[in-house]
């Protein structure tokens, strides 16, 4: 037979360990949850469009963006493509209202020539571009190995599309940084 003392021991020992593991692991998988979800997540890079800023493998910590007017040229930034239905990383390279034009692979924006010693296997690509009003232009840094606006027959991102923008590169470790 179980004694007041077994019982009430028996409690205090259940009561102490919930209260003590399983409220604090509960409330760190929610918060994980909700940073993931509304404030930083990761990406992994599965192809060669953005070497050498980016390579095959790197994995990357991206912000979310929810003000899509503190996005500056040069970001890399996560979005999706409804075009080619699949989420992309690319350079920011025209903001809305930006005229852009390329000639022999040379970007010029509003008439400045950009200066992009990012860039990788530049391409001899012409054309010439206007970003319309809460819409984006983005160019990989591999230039001839990007699948990017140049080759899209809608060359524009929408505003609503553009997910994150990539800030920390954490794998490899040897390459763990800032980017851009």
């Given amino acids: 037979m179980l004694s007041n003392k077994n019982i009430i021991g028996s409690f205090s020992f259940e009561s ?10 509960i409330a760190a998988i929610g918060m994980a949850f909700l940073i993931n979800k509304f404030l930083i997540y990761t990406v992994y890079i599965p192809s ?3 070497v050498p800023t980016l390579n095959i493998g790197d994995k990357l910590i991206v912000t979310r963006i929810y003000d899509t007017s503190r996005i500056n040229r040069g970001d890399i930034a996560v979005f999706y493509s409804k075009e080619l239905d699949e989420v992309l990383i690319k350079r920011v390279i ?10 022999s692979g040379t970007v010029t924006v509003n008439g400045s020539d950009i200066k992009e010693d990012y860039v990788k296997n ?8 206007d970003v319309p009003e809460n819409k984006f232009f983005f160019l990989g840094d591999n230039r001839s190995r990007s699948n990017d606006a140049r080759r899209w027959i809608n060359p524009y991102i929408d505003a609503s ?7 920390l590169k954490f ?4 390459d763990f ?4």
């Fill in 16 to 25: 102490t360990f919930f209260r003590e593991w399983i409220i604090p692991i």
């Fill in 48 to 50: 060669e469009s953005m």
């Fill in 94 to 103: 025209g903001l809305p209202g930006d005229h852009i034009e390329i000639h």
């Fill in 122 to 129: 530049n391409e001899n690509f012409d054309g010439v571009f």
């Fill in 161 to 167: 599309n553009i997910e994150g923008r990539a800030v």
């Fill in 171 to 174: 794998y490899p470790f040897k």
């Fill in 177 to 180: 940084g800032s980017l851009n």
